[in-house]
């Protein structure tokens, strides 16, 4: 049988309240930070790709604020989140930024997703793909052969 609402402790109401506020005050759900992450990244990533630059997108410094977001979000969900996003991209910018926010957690199934993507048929793609696979921890029984550095 429940307790009437005018029998509960105040403590309870209060601690209720105070988990609600805790949880608010971490920056909203998971889906709300990589929607946040997603949006910075394909907005900063955009004119590159729109340009014909999308190869070199990767050479823009993400913001300190941007990089600290999308490290906040560098969960096992997040990466299951970021690989269904990815294989349903409908450009090579959202593509990207989503193997760039996956490539936060340093993870074998991250590596064999960019590992996928290396190969990808557009060249940006690919090449965003390697670049972000030398962060990677190392898939046991591949071996990687270094990438070429940027000229400078």
Aim: glycine share 6%; aromatic share 2%.
């Amino acid at each position: 049988m429940p307790i009437p609402t005018s029998r509960r402790t105040p403590s309870v109401r209060v601690l209720a309240t105070l988990v609600c506020l805790g949880l608010s005050a971490c920056g909203g759900t998971l889906a709300q930070r990589v929607d946040a992450a997603m949006s910075g990244c394909i907005s900063l990533r955009n004119p590159d790709f729109v340009s014909g630059r999308g190869a070199t997108a990767l050479d823009r410094a993400l913001p300190a604020s941007l990089a600290k977001a999308m490290d906040r979000i560098a969960y096992m969900r997040t990466f299951t989140l970021m690989e269904a996003i990815a294989s349903s991209a409908s450009d090579q910018v959202t593509l990207v930024c989503a193997l760039e926010i996956a490539s936060r957690l340093r993870h074998q199934e991250v590596a064999l997703l960019l590992t996928q993507y290396s190969t990808h048929p557009d060249a940006a793609v690919a090449a965003s793909a390697k670049r972000l696979l030398t962060g990677q921890d190392p898939i046991p029984g591949v071996v990687r052969e270094p990438l070429p550095m940027p000229a400078q």
